[in-house]
């Protein structure tokens, strides 16, 4: 192979990594705004919003084994799902700065972060070398 197709091959690996931290990060906001959600419970117009929180993750949490298990195996699959409940706690616990960022414009935002990076991780996962 050529330079220009080891630099090239090079640039994608550093970019599948990047996207992959941000996916994780992205992954890590969204399992934080959930945790501090779950604090919503006094409120009655809400009162169903930690059933619906809790039913999510459950989704989330097999999404993620299925992403992330094929390819790295169990060991990384539940360390993802590690993280991700640590994270979800960790939001319960600091939930008043987490619900300060409620608001559509900030929503939006974070939201497009984090599909745009699943869907990524989902179109690329070919490049990733399976998991023996």
Request: avoid cysteine.
């Given at each position: ?8 091959k ?7 990594l ?23 419970m006094h409120?009655t117009?809400?009162?169903q ?23 790295y ?21 600091l ?7 409620e608001?559509?414009d ?5 939201q ?10 989902l ?10």
């Amino acid at each position: 192979p050529g330079l220009l197709e080891k630099l090239v091959k090079k640039a994608a690996h550093t970019f599948h990594l990047v996207s992959l931290v941000l996916a994780l990060l992205g992954l890590a906001l969204h399992a934080m705004l959930d945790g501090a959600a779950l604090t919503a419970m006094h409120d009655t117009a809400h009162s169903q919003l930690p059933l619906a929180i809790v039913l999510h993750r459950f989704g989330v949490g097999m999404m993620l084994w299925m992403m992330v298990q094929p390819v790295y195996g169990k060991r990384a699959a539940s360390g993802v799902l590690g993280f991700v409940a640590l994270v979800t706690v960790g939001g319960y616990l600091l939930s008043d700065i987490f619900l300060g960022l409620e608001g559509a414009d900030n929503m939006a935002v974070v939201q497009a972060l984090i599909i745009g990076m699943i869907v990524h991780r989902l179109v690329h996962r070919g490049h990733a070398v399976p998991h023996h």
